[in-house]
């Protein structure tokens, strides 16, 4: 009898260590499912978007950049989608709801967001999409045109020191 309670108390534990796993694991994935790179622009963010966009994956990154915006003293994110073509894509039809909803969600908090890296095909299905708002939102080819945009905006010049 004892060794079946042990037995039953080992595998409660065994049980409770792979939950503490399964949770560790689920957070990595979160933060990783939307990277949050600092700019050499202050108060700036660049969240490069890579991989499968499911409708699930969409709402954990959306998530994920409001938290981290609330967090720390951001002004303007820079979203990049370069990386995205439509085999990345799950659902077509409901791309740029999504790509707009992520615009309304950022600039509801008083953030200005900036898209790049939208390639012919996926600029294509969100303007089938019918989404007018999106057109709203600021975008540029590369990140290097947006971040000169926002260095003109700000007053900001880039300087090479020379040694």
Same mark, same amino acid.
């Given at each position: 009898?004892?060794?079946?309670?042990?037995?039953?108390?080992?595998?409660?534990?065994?049980?409770?260590?792979?939950?503490?796993?399964?949770?560790?694991?689920?957070?990595?994935?979160? =933060?990783?499912? &939307?990277?949050? $790179?600092?700019?050499?622009?202050? #108060?700036?963010?660049? %969240?490069?978007? *890579?991989?499968? !966009?499911?409708?699930?994956?969409?709402?954990?990154?959306?998530?994920?950049?409001?938290?981290?915006?609330?967090?720390?003293?951001?002004?303007?994110?820079?979203?990049?989608?370069?990386?995205?073509?439509?085999?990345?894509?799950?659902?077509?039809?409901?791309?740029?709801?999504?790509? =707009?909803?992520? &615009?309304?969600? $950022?600039?509801?908090?008083?953030? #200005?967001?900036?898209? %790049?890296?939208? *390639?012919?095909? !996926?600029?294509?299905?969100?303007?089938?999409?019918?989404?007018?708002?999106?057109?709203?939102?600021?975008?540029?080819?590369?990140?290097?045109?947006?971040?000169?945009?926002?260095?003109?905006?700000?007053?900001?010049?880039?300087?090479?020191?020379?040694?």
């Amino acid at each position: 009898m004892t060794n079946e309670l042990t037995q039953i108390h080992e595998l409660k534990e065994e049980i409770s260590q792979l939950k503490k796993q399964l949770e560790e694991s689920e957070e990595l994935i979160r =933060d990783i499912s &939307a990277p949050i $790179i600092p700019s050499i622009v202050p #108060e700036t963010i660049l %969240v490069p978007i *890579t991989g499968r !966009l499911s409708p699930e994956r969409f709402e954990m990154i959306i998530t994920r950049i409001l938290n981290v915006s609330y967090q720390e003293d951001i002004n303007t994110i820079i979203i990049d989608f370069s990386a995205i073509s439509e085999r990345e894509i799950c659902e077509m039809d409901v791309f740029g709801t999504y790509v =707009d909803n992520l &615009a309304k969600a $950022i600039s509801l908090m008083g953030i #200005e967001v900036l898209f %790049v890296g939208f *390639t012919p095909s !996926l600029t294509q299905i969100i303007v089938n999409s019918g989404v007018q708002q999106i057109l709203e939102v600021k975008s540029f080819l590369t990140f290097k045109t947006a971040l000169q945009y926002l260095m003109n905006q700000r007053g900001l010049i880039f300087q090479s020191i020379k040694k």
